[in-house]
């Protein structure tokens, strides 16, 4: 029922403008951005007769097709008679992005239960009030006033449309991208469950990643969750875990919020992930997005740093996660590689001068083991003796390219942010990058437990 939202053959921007400071402004710039845009843009203002070329219509009545997709950004007072006027056109959905209803006072939410009910009535879905609209990648639709997200494969639904943005940022930063994006804000008719269908049906979407404050019908989320969790992996981000961040929720989007301990329980249970921070969310979105599913638990680390692959044993201790013991085989294949004062033990410590060469061979013999099903290599970049600061990763992502990427690997180069070639490189590679042991550990976690979710299947 939502395919219409992210696919229309006609968009009606109701509140439409050419001030540059206002959100009508905004949308329909970025609608208009995609110059191959296959749906047709009709403006509706009382102010203007024409904007950026286009003929303006004093009424969404006044448009001469058919409407799909009406986006209103007029003022609060407003809404509910041009929402009357969509109702007359027969408009079949509507994205309320202005603000000022219930997240205000018991009168807006009031005002939203009566548009909610007339448009229900008229067979009318509606998304908002107070959201940013949305975005259909895979069309270049970008029907919202944020930036438009890096192209990819993940699909977030969000409460908060500011979320939404810093996570493009995030995405644009750790070379990951997005296919779908949909703010439901004060969520007053179409709900997660049926957007999570919708990204469910949806083959350019691989995984749904979630920011929620509130749910109105928990049993029926959780229901979907579990229908839909064997096909694609599911994160979902809380906000309003705290006391003071339920208050804060609830004057965000003015609805009751949620008992976290059981909802918990129930994701948990359900197969989804749950991210207790943000960090750990962009982290799951990285791990989902880069790294194949392993076929057992057992890790292999490899490292010039004694320092990290012991923060990175205690995090995997922590999570209980699982370090692989190296057989006689796999010892007699790496010695070679290595000088005689390295101990053929996991975490494998090549100390400091273990080059790209020591890390391409023994990165790939690792991941032509039996015995390792998840291989983490840990590099610290070294200052001295003119090493190239991606020669290591380098060796690392050619052993995975000549495998065939069949294992996940977890490459932790530790706080390497802003060593441009490495960056470059990966972004290039297509390849994951990890920065702290915690997000290693986390990875590894979650990425397991996938694999055991979908073995009891």
Request: with cysteine; aromatic share 8%; charged share 20%.
């Given at each position: 029922?939502?395919?219409?939202?992210?696919?229309?053959?006609?968009?009606?921007?109701?509140?439409?403008?050419?001030?540059?400071?206002?959100?009508?402004?905004?949308?329909?710039?970025?609608?208009?951005?995609?110059?191959?845009?296959e749906?047709?843009?009709?403006?509706?203002?009382?102010?203007?007769?024409?904007?950026?070329?286009?003929?303006?219509?004093?009424?969404?009545?006044?448009?001469?097709?058919?409407v799909?997709?009406?986006?209103?950004?007029?003022?609060?007072?407003?809404?509910?008679?041009?929402?009357?006027?969509?109702i007359?056109?027969?408009?079949?959905?509507?994205?309320?992005?202005?603000?000022?209803?219930?997240?205000?006072?018991?009168?807006?939410?009031?005002?939203e239960?009566?548009?909610a009910?007339?448009c229900?009535e008229?067979?009318?879905?509606?998304?908002?009030?107070?959201?940013?609209?949305?975005?259909?990648?895979?069309?270049?639709?970008?029907?919202?006033?944020l930036?438009?997200?890096p192209?990819?494969?993940?699909?977030?639904?969000?409460?908060?449309?500011?979320?939404?943005c810093?996570?493009?940022?995030?995405?644009e930063?750790?070379?990951?991208?997005?296919?779908?994006?949909?703010?439901?804000?004060?969520?007053?008719?179409?709900?997660?469950?049926?957007?999570?269908?919708?990204?469910?049906?949806?083959?350019?979407?691989?995984?749904?990643?979630?920011y929620?404050?509130?749910?109105?019908?928990?049993?029926?989320?959780?229901?979907?969750?579990?229908?839909?969790?064997?096909?694609?992996?599911?994160?979902?981000?809380?906000?309003?875990?705290?006391?003071k961040?339920?208050?804060?929720?609830?004057?965000?989007?003015?609805?009751?919020?949620?008992?976290?301990?059981?909802?918990?329980?129930?994701?948990?249970?359900?197969?989804?992930?749950?991210?207790?921070n943000?960090?750990?969310?962009?982290?799951?979105?990285?791990?989902?997005?880069?790294?194949?599913?392993?076929?057992?638990?057992?890790?292999?680390?490899?490292?010039?740093?004694?320092?990290?692959?012991?923060?990175?044993?205690?995090?995997?201790?922590?999570?209980?996660?699982?370090?692989?013991?190296?057989?006689?085989?796999?010892?007699?294949?790496?010695?070679p590689?290595l000088?005689?004062?390295?101990?053929?033990?996991?975490?494998?410590?090549?100390?400091?001068?273990?080059a790209?060469?020591?890390?391409?061979?023994?990165?790939?013999?690792?991941l032509?083991?039996?015995?390792?099903?998840?291989?983490?290599?840990?590099?610290?970049?070294?200052?001295?003796?003119?090493?190239?600061?991606?020669?290591?990763?380098?060796?690392?992502?050619?052993?995975?390219?000549?495998?065939?990427r069949?294992?996940?690997?977890?490459?932790?180069?530790?706080?390497?942010?802003?060593?441009?070639?490495?960056?470059?490189?990966?972004?290039?590679?297509?390849?994951p990058?990890?920065?702290?042991?915690?997000?290693?550990?986390?990875s590894?976690?979650?990425?397991?437990?996938?694999?055991?979710?979908?073995?009891?299947?």
């Open positions: 029922m939502v395919n219409l939202f992210f696919k229309p053959k006609t968009i009606a921007v109701i509140g439409a403008t050419a001030n540059p400071k206002k959100f009508g402004n905004a949308v329909t710039i970025n609608i208009l951005r995609n110059k191959n845009i749906s047709e843009l009709f403006l509706v203002t009382h102010k203007s007769t024409e904007i950026m070329g286009l003929k303006c219509y004093r009424s969404v009545i006044d448009v001469p097709k058919d799909d997709l009406a986006i209103i950004l007029v003022p609060a007072k407003f809404v509910e008679e041009v929402v009357d006027n969509c007359e056109k027969r408009v079949k959905r509507i994205i309320i992005i202005t603000a000022g209803f219930g997240e205000i006072d018991e009168k807006g939410k009031i005002v239960r009566q548009i009910k007339k229900r008229a067979g009318i879905r509606v998304m908002g009030p107070n959201c940013v609209g949305i975005q259909n990648l895979d069309i270049a639709l970008n029907a919202s006033f930036q438009i997200a192209q990819g494969n993940i699909s977030l639904i969000s409460q908060s449309g500011s979320f939404g810093a996570s493009f940022y995030a995405m930063k750790e070379n990951l991208g997005c296919s779908k994006f949909a703010n439901v804000g004060n969520n007053i008719d179409v709900s997660f469950s049926e957007i999570l269908e919708f990204f469910n049906e949806d083959v350019n979407t691989h995984i749904i990643c979630i929620m404050e509130t749910i109105s019908d928990g049993r029926t989320f959780l229901n979907t969750l579990k229908r839909i969790l064997p096909n694609k992996p599911i994160i979902i981000l809380k906000g309003g875990r705290s006391p961040g339920m208050k804060a929720a609830s004057s965000h989007t003015g609805s009751m919020v949620t008992n976290y301990k059981m909802l918990k329980t129930s994701i948990k249970q359900a197969g989804a992930i749950l991210c207790e943000v960090a750990d969310f962009i982290t799951a979105l990285k791990s989902f997005y880069f790294l194949p599913i392993p076929q057992g638990e057992d890790i292999g680390i490899l490292t010039n740093s004694g320092g990290s692959s012991v923060l990175f044993s205690d995090k995997a201790e922590e999570f209980g996660l699982n370090l692989a013991e190296f057989s006689e085989e796999l010892k007699e294949k790496m010695a590689h000088i005689p004062l390295v101990k053929l033990i996991n975490p494998l410590d090549m100390i400091a001068l273990a790209g060469i020591q890390y391409y061979e023994i990165t790939k013999l690792m032509e083991d039996p015995r390792i099903d998840i291989i983490v290599p840990c590099v610290v970049i070294p200052p001295f003796l003119e090493m190239d600061p991606s020669e290591h990763y380098r060796g690392i992502i050619r052993a995975w390219n000549e495998t065939k069949i294992k996940p690997i977890i490459p932790l180069i530790f706080f390497s942010q802003n060593f441009e070639t490495l960056i470059s490189y990966a972004k290039e590679e297509n390849a990058i990890f920065f702290t042991p915690h997000e290693v550990a986390f590894a976690k979650i990425i397991i437990e996938r694999m055991k979710f979908l073995s009891k299947l």
